[in-house]
């Protein structure tokens, strides 16, 4: 083996070493080394008494108990010691082999000393050996009693050189982590290898230590090279260290795992006790469970789901006191609460529809056929089409919310509404982040609340009345709401995950167009509600108002009857308006007071005369009647828009001697005073023409009012009519009863446009008068008035005072005649 050609370069390639040792190693690879020392050489051959062993190979230089059941090996121990022979140790190729024949056993043994023999209770022998050599087995000798074999014994060599000590090292470091990772392997093997000081001792020692199988045993036993064996045991050591350190990693990671739970479950422990001594026990953990069964049960979206079990954990890790715990216990009510996902089927049947909405309103035929179209459409393009949102513009109790009740009937879903009335404030409609002390989801997701399920009619009201202000744009939030790119993932701040709004049906009301944002227009369909004409009135109040009266009062077997003369008589004389909210009111008090004296026993009527409505209702509130009255000095009706619809407003002038004063009553706005000076100035201007260039305007003071003066009033569109009302009371000409107007005016007398047409002429209709005059230039606006409106009136349009003039004074002689 001396100058043999690197023989560790094979061992090399199969063991892992850390750096150090790969360094040792690799330093004689490249170097040729040398190997000294007496090599290991045959004795004399012997007769030896052979003891097998079924699953032990004894090693020289190790002491060891066996443990003897066979009596054959007995008899063969007992003979030795007597006669004092040496004895072989081998082990048997199968170890459940009862009587092994020599060709059962192994060829190399061990030469063994034999100690100290015990008998156990059981009968088993236990003998101490101590192994000295090798011995290989030439030929038996005996099979009976018991075996004896001629065998030559093998004589250790020792060699030295680096290269041993090198292999020795790593064979030791190897070892003695080993050690350290097996608490199977004994501390004192590592100290006895340590003290060991030739190659094939140390193998030897090594291999009777570790865990290997017989097969490996005997393979070591049988290499009688030592730096051979010592290279195999090296490979060994490298794969049980592998194994070793694998399985330490493992233990660690369950052991941390183990750390980390103990000392949660520590630790919650502990918490649930001090809770328990404070009496807040189990409350909390009740609600925990059951908060969790609720997430399971909910239609939650993923996201939405991640969340709420996130807060749990949260909350579950939180003492009960925790000023956090009644936060997020309302944010999971929230959650929870909200419908996710829960969809009413929508009723397609657009015969059904149809019948609804005309089974519970009256007219509106451009809305209801709007509504039919759209659910038609839904019908052959269910998803395709994009909600279309409607915008239902008109002035009060015009039907706008009952139809959007009924639409939500006929279609089979949820009706939910908001009133946008006065929201300034951007969190109004989105929330408050959670950060914010008392934070709530905004109104949209609140409603969604209501609701109860994902795809209602959700009706804006007052879209009109949105407000804006330093706190934000509720405006933007809601066109994010109605945006159909973008309400499917409408984040409120509060909740902080998307919400779909996109099955969403909206609706919005408006009294009027003017004051919505444009961009919010933009996005709507709009539908008029321009207010109703007496028969439609009637009618409504008839099919429609009476009997729901009736029936809410208890009266509908009594039989209340209102005859026509009397609703028409409620319409003109006690309410005044373009819909019919103030009508149903007036029928719902005489319902009540007629309720109220049958249940008093008292006698009350079964028809409710026109008679009887001052009893009922007190005095009319209205001048309904104006219109037919004597034509008088000095009065002008004019047309006024407000928000509740068009309007009819008097102005009155008187005169008075006095300083030249013009006083001006009836909570006039500015412009509205500058119009009335305008006025004034082209009536003195054009005094000799209008006839009175006799009056003196210094000794004179004018009073202009405007009755109904609870309401402030502005704008410029009473210029005509506040010049009309003072040229008459200066000329003493009439102003014809009938006639209504509006228009402003310029210094020159020319007639300016005015807003709100529509509104104005339904007024003068409703109001019964005859003559409408208007701005020439507002003539474009009329097509907008309905057409039942327009055929009942005179319209004249102007461009010039004087032709108001011309058209609404009479001579004074006609007022004579
Ligand atoms: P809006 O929302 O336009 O202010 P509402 O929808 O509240 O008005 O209507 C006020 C009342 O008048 C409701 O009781 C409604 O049923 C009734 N009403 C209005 N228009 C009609 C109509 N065309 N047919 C039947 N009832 C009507």
Not at 531 to 559: C, M, N, T, W
Not at 703 to 715: L, N
Request: proline share 6%; glycine share 6%; aromatic share 6%.
């Amino acid at each position: 083996m001396k100058g043999q050609k690197n023989p560790i370069s094979h061992w090399l390639e199969n063991v892992e070493f850390d750096d150090f040792l790969f360094e040792t190693i690799s330093r004689f690879r490249e170097e040729r080394y040398t190997i000294s020392g007496p090599e290991p050489r045959e004795g004399e051959p012997q007769e030896y008494v052979v003891l097998p062993t079924r699953d032990v190979v004894v090693f020289p230089a190790v002491t060891l108990p066996l443990f003897i059941t066979r009596e054959s090996t007995h008899r063969a121990l007992e003979d030795a010691q007597e006669q004092n022979l040496p004895v072989l140790v081998v082990a048997q190729r199968a170890p459940d082999l009862e009587a092994p024949l020599p060709e059962d056993l192994y060829e190399m043994g061990t030469e063994v000393l034999i100690g100290r023999t015990l008998r156990l209770p059981d009968g088993t022998l236990s003998a101490f050996v101590e192994g000295l050599n090798r011995a290989r087995i030439v030929r038996f000798t005996q099979q009976r009693p018991y075996l004896r074999a001629l065998a030559i014994p093998i004589l250790e060599g020792n060699p030295q050189g680096v290269i041993v000590e090198a292999l020795m090292r790593v064979v030791l470091t190897l070892f003695e982590r080993c050690v350290q990772l097996n608490p199977n392997l004994p501390e004192d093997a590592y100290i006895a290898a340590m003290n060991i000081d030739d190659p094939g001792g140390l193998a030897d020692l090594v291999a009777h230590v570790l865990d290997i199988s017989l097969e490996e045993r005997q393979d070591i036993l049988e290499t009688i090279d030592p730096v051979e064996r010592l290279q195999k045991v090296s490979l060994f050591l490298g794969k049980e260290l592998d194994v070793l350190e694998l399985e330490n990693e493992i233990h660690a990671h369950v052991q941390q795992e183990m750390e980390k739970n103990q000392r949660e479950w520590f630790l919650r422990e502990q918490m649930r006790a001090i809770q328990a001594e404070l009496g807040e026990l189990d409350d909390l953990q009740r609600d925990i469970n059951e908060l969790r069964a609720q997430i399971e049960k909910a239609h939650l979206p993923p996201e939405a789901r991640e969340k709420a079990e996130r807060e749990v954990k949260r909350l579950a890790a939180m003492p009960a006191a925790a000023p956090e715990v009644a936060i997020i216990r309302t944010y999971l009510d929230w959650i929870l609460s909200l419908p996710w996902n829960e969809y009413t089927e929508d009723n397609m049947d657009i015969e059904r529809a149809a019948k609804i909405l005309d089974e519970e309103h009256y007219g509106l035929e451009k809305a209801k056929e709007r509504v039919l179209e759209h659910i038609a459409v839904r019908k052959l393009a269910p998803d395709k089409m994009r909600q279309p949102i409607l915008c239902f513009v008109g002035p009060p109790g015009t039907g706008k919310t009952s139809l959007g009740k009924s639409i939500a009937k006929a279609l089979g879903r949820k009706f939910v509404r908001l009133s946008l009335g006065g929201v300034r404030d951007e969190a109004e409609i989105r929330g408050h982040r959670r950060t914010y002390i008392g934070a709530m989801p905004g109104r949209i997701i609140q409603t969604m609340r209501t609701a109860g399920s994902s795809n209602p009619l959700f009706m804006l009201d007052e879209i009109d009345k949105l407000g804006v202000d330093f706190r934000g744009d509720p405006a933007a939030a809601l066109l994010e709401v109605l945006d159909p790119e973008q309400n499917h993932a409408f984040l409120d701040h509060y909740l902080d995950i998307p919400y779909d709004l996109s099955k969403v049906m909206f609706i919005t009301t408006a009294n009027t167009l003017y004051s919505i944002p444009p961009a919010l227009l933009d996005r709507m369909e709009i539908i008029e509600f321009p207010g109703y004409v007496e028969s439609e009135k009637l009618e409504i109040a008839r099919r429609f108002l009476i009997p729901r009266q009736l029936e809410a009062h208890g009266l509908s077997d009594y039989g209340l009857e209102f005859p026509k003369a009397t609703i028409l008589r409620i319409i003109r004389e006690y309410t005044y308006e373009a819909g019919v909210r103030n009508l149903e009111r007036a029928i719902a008090n005489i319902c009540r007071k007629v309720a109220r004296r049958i249940a008093e026993g008292k006698r009350a009527p079964k028809r409710i005369t026109p008679r009887m409505l001052e009893q009922f209702l007190g005095p009319p509130q209205n001048m309904y009647n104006e219109a037919e009255k004597e034509p008088q000095v000095g009065v002008a009706t004019g047309l006024s828009w407000t928000e509740g619809g068009g309007e009819i407003t008097l102005v009155e002038v008187m005169l008075m001697d006095g300083k030249g004063m013009l006083t001006l009553t009836g909570q006039l706005g500015e412009v509205m005073q500058e119009s009335a000076q305008a006025a004034l100035s082209y009536a003195r201007a054009h005094a000799a023409d209008f006839g009175y260039g006799d009056v003196d305007f210094d000794k004179l003071d004018i009073h202009i009012h405007v009755p109904e003066g609870a309401v402030p009033k502005d704008g410029p569109s009473a210029g005509v009519t506040m010049l009309t009302a003072l040229v008459s009371a200066l000329s003493k000409r009439p102003v014809r009863p009938d006639v209504a107007m509006t228009g402003e005016i310029t210094l020159r007398g020319r007639v300016l446009p005015v807003g709100g047409l529509k509104e104005k002429i339904v007024a003068a209709h409703r109001a019964n008068i005859r003559h409408v005059i208007i701005p020439k230039r507002n003539e474009k606006d009329l097509v907008d008035v309905p057409r039942r409106v327009r055929k009942g009136l005179d319209i004249i349009p102007v461009d010039h005072v004087d032709q108001v003039l011309a058209f609404a004074l009479l001579d004074a002689r006609e007022r004579d005649a």
